[in-house]
């Protein structure tokens, strides 16, 4: 006992690796505030461990004699197995844990409200970056912060939000991206005043695409629709100047999805374009030299990016080889890693498990800014009759995409509270996991979303992705193996139950159109086309179909149509992201989101005539968590309907002393 007290315990009689050495000393502890204040969180790490692999630190060697202390070994060995044990068969390669010794993170913006998107001066002494105002409402604005400063300073005073893209090489003036008419690239000076519109491009805020501005800021990319609806890169060169595309262009039969990244070097000779391929399901990463040269086309790198989550945010190292990336191994919260976009060698650089958006690395290489999200979701139950909305499910975690069974009382929906995304049942006052990614092949599974219930609850459809697609899967809300929906191999999305359970409809993206389809509920049957839609150049809309109780109608965007696709009902245009029906078909429920508020209508079929119902209030605004995941559920006595809501903020972190990494870059023969 008093060696327990007063003794350090010896080192573990077995080979381990080092991250988990870590985790058994923070166990063994003397001082409580050192061990882990529950064992959820120790948990959590031990999740993040065995779904790491590839940050695995080196196996820590043995000791060269066992220790004397026999009680004090035998329980730090028992420990240490227990841990291999449950991370058993993760640990294939290892590779470096970063020496954060010298690292320092300082709060650098956490005012009211949200801040993000920060970009360093030519001279490394400020940094502008895009906030709310006015204690954390209005639009985002451009604000600029110095270094040797606690006061920030407001740059834009606009009614239209603001994303900071460039600094002039003179550190006088800021060019920025607004849709403030005309929509596209503006001019600001950097002490605040009048902006300038510099270049238009209204397709950038229809489509939520990058802007890249070199750093003599004379030329500007985006990327742009070819006449196949197929994305490329534009160059406008002098800024101003219309664009014209860049040539040659590798990629331009690639269809993609997210939203792409894309930024110029530091020296301005090339661009790193990361984008998703919708047609091969992998990231690329292409090196894009500038100005485009036949004789030096663009090539591949980083092959081996993980595809987890969207394209990661990158910012080049002043060496003009190396970037800095907030990287998503698995779906969840991205990390900083290392790349090396000649070699593709990467390594993790911040081992701080963060949501790392955004990220900067200072002229000198000696500094990175970078904003951290942090974003919740609960569960909203509405009622019909106008009574206030309610909070359903909410917790510290995220409960989010909810569905009820037709005709029990049994509630599915995604969440995040044993870190990865699961699917959940609610029955009664009981709530459990019933779809992991323990339920698949290891490491095969990125995501859940968009469950389903069968009317009686006895079996789930949802989509799952990862290194098999995005694909609809089958499963019994019981347990058992999991069995695909369909028999095709082709990117599908959440979709609604007939009434009767022997249907499912959904929809499939396919190349220019977007189809309606139904399927049997057998598994791995033959889809039927009900409708197709051109996916024009305005984006046609992907949402989730919803099917009548009743079984007369499936309403899909802003029409209504027979599950035999022989009658199609027009709703119009009315601004709702889902509809639900009433339990006896009459009527259907959306949500119209304008700017302060939430409207909840009611569509009469018969007479074609809305109802306004009541509003929900700006803050019960529903969320598109994963697209498309806004469903409008009904519940089994017709009363109300379940929707997800979300919380989000981001605040900006200063990363000092990441110079020390220097040596670390030449240890991987990186230099």
Request: glycine share 8%; charged share 20%; hydrophobic share 40%.
């Amino acid at each position: 006992m008093v060696a327990i007290l007063n003794d350090e315990a010896p080192p573990i009689g077995r080979p381990v690796p080092a991250p988990l050495k870590w985790i058994v000393e923070r166990c063994l502890a003397k001082d409580l505030p050192d061990r882990y204040e529950s064992t959820r969180d120790l948990c959590q790490e031990l999740t993040w461990l065995r779904d790491h692999m590839a940050e695995a630190a080196p196996l820590e060697a043995a000791p060269a004699k066992p220790s004397t202390r026999r009680r004090w070994a035998w329980f730090g060995a028992s420990l240490g197995f227990a841990l291999l044990s449950f991370a058993a068969g993760i640990f294939v390669t290892a590779t470096d844990i970063p020496d954060q010794s010298q690292y320092r993170l300082i709060p650098f913006a956490f005012e009211p409200g949200s801040q993000d998107s920060p970009i360093w001066s030519p001279d490394g002494k400020s940094v502008a970056y895009r906030a709310r105002p006015d204690g954390g409402v209005g639009s985002l604005q451009v604000f600029v912060r110095r270094l040797d400063s606690q006061v920030r300073s407001q740059v834009t005073h606009i009614p239209e939000s603001t994303q900071p893209l460039a600094w002039s090489p003179d550190n006088r003036r800021i060019l920025f991206a607004s849709p403030r008419q005309p929509a596209g690239i503006w001019s600001v000076v950097a002490v605040g005043g009048d902006p300038e519109p510099v270049l238009p491009i209204d397709s950038i805020f229809q489509f939520d695409l990058p802007l890249a501005v070199s750093p003599d800021g004379k030329t500007g990319v985006t990327p742009c629709q070819s006449e196949r609806k197929l994305w490329t890169l534009c160059v406008s060169s002098p800024l101003g100047s219309p664009l014209k595309r860049y040539s040659p262009d590798p990629f331009a039969t690639a269809e993609t999805i997210n939203v792409p990244r894309l930024r110029f070097s530091p020296g301005g000779k090339s661009m790193l374009y990361i984008f998703d391929d919708w047609v091969s399901h992998n990231r690329q990463a292409w090196l894009m030299p500038y100005p485009a040269d036949p004789k030096r086309p663009p090539r591949r790198v980083l092959r081996d990016l993980p595809s987890a989550g969207f394209p990661p945010f990158f910012s080049w190292l002043p060496d003009n080889r190396h970037v800095l990336l907030s990287l998503a191994v698995v779906l969840g919260s991205p990390r900083l890693w290392y790349y090396d976009t000649v070699s593709g060698k990467g390594r993790l650089a911040l081992s701080e498990n963060g949501n790392i958006q955004s990220i900067d690395v200072s002229p000198d290489g000696r500094k990175v800014v970078f904003s951290e999200r942090t974003n919740n979701c609960d569960i909203i139950s509405a009622g019909l009759d106008g009574s206030p909305p309610k909070l359903l499910i909410a917790t510290e975690r995220s409960e989010m995409m909810p569905a009820w069974a037709l005709r029990e009382t049994a509630l599915v929906y995604v969440s995040d509270r044993n870190g990865p995304l699961e699917i959940w049942l609610r029955t009664g006052n009981s709530d459990r996991p019933i779809v992991t990614a323990r339920d698949f092949a290891a490491g095969t599974t990125n995501f859940f979303m968009g469950p389903a219930l069968s009317p009686n609850g006895d079996r789930v459809i949802y989509k799952r992705g990862g290194a098999e697609g995005s694909r609809l899967w089958i499963s019994a809300t019981t347990g058992g193996p999991a069995v695909p929906l369909t028999n095709e191999d082709t990117p599908e999305y959440p979709g609604s139950w007939s009434p009767d359970g022997g249907w499912f409809t959904y929809m499939r993206e396919r190349g220019l159109f977007v189809d309606l389809l139904k399927i049997r509920t057998t598994g791995q049957a033959t889809p039927v086309l009900l409708k197709s839609y051109p996916n024009n150049s305005a984006g046609q809309p992907i949402l989730i179909p919803s099917w009548s109780p009743t079984g007369e109608w499936i309403a899909f965007a802003d029409e209504l149509i027979s599950p035999d696709a022989a009658a199609v009902m027009r709703l119009g245009a009315r601004g709702s992201a889902h509809y639900v029906f009433s339990a006896d078909g009459k009527l259907v429920y959306g949500i119209r989101s304008q700017a302060d508020r939430n409207l909840l209508f009611s569509i009469d079929l018969k007479r074609g005539t809305e109802r306004i119902i009541g509003d929900l209030g700006a803050q019960l605004r529903p969320v598109d968590v994963m697209t498309p995941s806004i469903r409008y559920s009904l519940s089994p006595d017709g009363k109300s309907f379940v929707y997800t809501i979300g919380k989000s903020s981001s605040n900006i972190w200063l990363l000092e002393g990441f110079n020390a990494r220097a040596g670390f870059l030449s240890r991987l023969g990186w230099r």
